[in-house]
């Protein structure tokens, strides 16, 4: 596995009293972006589509590259016109449904423009909150007919869907990992896979370990979010800080899996002031620090065998030495 890492750029908003003492307001993009790029180890930097595109993404691509950083790719937010609180892709109104679609085709030109060929896609507007609120049919061929046509609008671009429980709306139409190879079978484009989130996985009730093999064996596992939380809501909370164990499971899994891609911090240190760059910094560790572990496992021949025998007991042990020591 390549070790690149990147970031949620909004977290670097985080106390920016630490930073700008005189500041009045929020960080421009570009101050987050200088911030972040003071972080030790931290690569790429991911960009969110329409807030932080403001002028030519050539130049923004430049700036960013002048911090010594490099774009991952660019992440869709449906924020901006109100009417997508009642959906993107599935919104009743077509109009406002071809508007989302748009929106992304332009995102889509723009992180080409940006030297990067990810596009991340989250349709957390996607879904309902009510019993007898949609017609699932309907919604559903709305959904997959919208993700064929952004995939289709740059083949040589890869379109990845994170998928989410809940939150914005009560459901999520793509809510776990699942539902979401099923829209992408349907889809059909070959350039499509899907982004794990690894609290989102966890409150959709998965093991991520699990869910990103499914995503590799079907798919194609495009991007994988870290952080954690306590498996209720969206908490991006510190790598490893509550779920340590199926942290490391899903690192070894990805990197047996031939995961190449970017290992993206999507905490929140700015829910509760925490200096950005120092728990990103000490998230680098702790994953760098879990790989290490995980070379101790897969040069440990016993845990082959306790997994062949699906001995828990044994298996537990041998994770308790490489974690722990003898």
Avoid at 31 to 39: C, D
Avoid at 145 to 150: F, G, L, T
Avoid at 199 to 207: I, K, P, R, T, V
Avoid at 236 to 242: D, F, I, K, N
Wanted: charged share 20%.
């Amino acid at each position: 596995m390549s070790l690149r890492y990147a970031t949620r750029l909004n977290s670097f908003g985080s106390a920016p009293q630490l930073c700008w003492p005189e500041l009045l307001g929020k960080p421009t993009m570009m101050q987050m972006a200088e911030r972040a790029a003071s972080v030790g180890g931290l690569t790429d930097v991911d960009l969110n589509y329409p807030d932080h595109v403001s002028g030519d993404p050539a130049a923004i691509a430049a700036q960013i590259g002048d911090l010594g950083l490099t774009i991952n790719g660019l992440a869709m937010r449906y924020y901006t016109n109100p009417a997508f609180k009642r959906g993107a892709f599935t919104n009743p109104d077509e109009t406002v449904r071809r508007a989302a679609i748009d929106l992304t085709k332009k995102g889509i030109d723009s992180a080409r423009a940006m030297g990067s060929k990810l596009m991340t896609i989250w349709l957390g507007q996607d879904g309902f909150d009510y019993n007898f609120q949609v017609d699932y049919k309907q919604v559903w061929e709305w959904e997959v007919a919208a993700i064929r046509e952004v995939a289709e609008h740059d083949p040589e671009c890869l379109i990845s869907i994170e998928y989410k429980p809940d939150e914005p709306r009560a459901h999520s139409l793509l809510r776990d990992a699942a539902t979401t190879l099923h829209a992408i079978a349907e889809a059909g484009s070959a350039n499509l896979g899907v982004t794990l989130d690894f609290a989102h996985s966890l409150y959709a009730g998965e093991q991520p370990a699990f869910a990103a093999h499914l995503i590799n064996h079907h798919s194609r596992l495009l991007g994988v979010h870290l952080n954690d939380g306590y498996s209720k809501r969206d908490d991006g909370l510190m790598v490893g800080a509550v779920h340590l164990r199926s942290t490391l499971e899903l690192l070894r899994q990805i990197r047996k899996d031939g995961y190449q891609g970017v290992l993206y911090f999507d905490t929140f240190p700015d829910l509760s002031g925490l200096d950005p760059v120092r728990e990103c910094e000490a998230n680098i560790a702790t994953v760098q620090r879990l790989l290490t572990v995980a070379d101790k496992l897969d040069s440990d021949t016993r845990l082959a065998d306790a997994l062949a025998d699906q001995d828990a007991v044994a298996s537990q042990q041998i994770v308790n030495e490489a974690l722990f020591g003898q």
